[in-house]
């Protein structure tokens, strides 16, 4: 019963390239959610996804930084011309339903270093 | 102003102490509180949700205090595997998912 999967563990990329970050939500889920931390911070909501659908990306900055949650496949979290402020840990987390007291389940996380 | 806020710590105690954090949001409108622990930037992981009447987890208790709009988090007889940081999570009338984090509280628990 695998838990939510994120890959790769640790990306480095140099200004300019694009970076593609995985998510595979816990088997059954249909909701994901994609956070940032930066050094020293808490995480920041970033977008929220379920199939097929872009249900709220408020906390997504407003360019070059894009995610998709296709019928088939994992989550894709996609930054475009990465920047060294692009460099922090991105969480996915799931959850069963969106109701304000479910639970979420956290991912091991893909840091992103930028060069 | 911060919408969740955290004392940053670092907390040092030794085992078998009593420590508590406190966490303020400032969304009168929130609706649930959670504490999640991350250790050394892994994924944060649940430690209890927070009930209005305060609720109890073994050695870790929560309470929440709606009209000072505050939650804390106490820990009694600390042992060295609760040293990591503490993330106090607010949630309003939104997806599960929209959680506002504090940035968070660091434990260090000295044998």
């Known amino acids: 019963n695998a838990g939510v999967m994120q890959n790769p563990r640790h990306l480095v990329r140099r200004r300019g390239q694009e970076a593609r970050l995985r998510c595979s939500p816990m088997?059954?889920?249909?909701?994901v959610y994609w956070y940032r931390q930066l050094p020293e911070e808490g995480l920041k909501f970033m977008v929220y996804?379920?199939?097929?659908?872009?249900?709220?990306e408020s906390g997504m900055p407003k360019e070059r930084f894009s995610a998709e949650f296709p019928k088939e496949g994992p989550s894709i979290l996609r930054i475009q011309q990465v920047v060294r402020g692009d460099s922090a840990a991105y969480f996915c987390?799931?959850?069963?339903?969106?109701?304000?007291?479910?639970?979420?389940?956290f991912g091991s996380g893909t840091q992103l270093s930028v060069l | 102003r911060k919408e969740v806020e955290q004392d940053p710590g670092p907390f040092n105690v030794p085992e078998g102490a009593t420590v508590a954090f406190n966490c303020t949001y400032s969304?009168?409108?929130?609706?649930?509180f959670f504490w999640y622990r991350q250790d050394c930037r892994k994924e944060p992981k649940l430690l209890m949700s927070?009930?209005?009447s305060g609720n109890e987890d073994g050695r870790f208790t929560a309470q929440l205090n709606r009209a000072s709009q505050y939650i804390s988090l106490l820990i009694r007889d600390s042992k060295l595997s609760d040293s990591a940081t503490y993330l106090c999570?607010?949630?309003?009338?939104?997806?599960?998912?929209?959680?506002?984090f504090g940035d968070g509280t660091t434990l260090t628990v000295k044998p």
């Open positions: 987390a799931s959850s069963l339903e969106s109701a304000t007291n479910e639970k979420l389940f």
């Open positions: 088997k059954g889920h249909s909701h």
């Open positions: 996804l379920q199939k097929e659908n872009i249900i709220d």
């Open positions: 969304n009168s409108a929130s609706q649930s």
């Open positions: 927070v009930y209005s």
């Open positions: 999570v607010v949630r309003g009338l939104t997806n599960a998912g929209k959680s506002t």
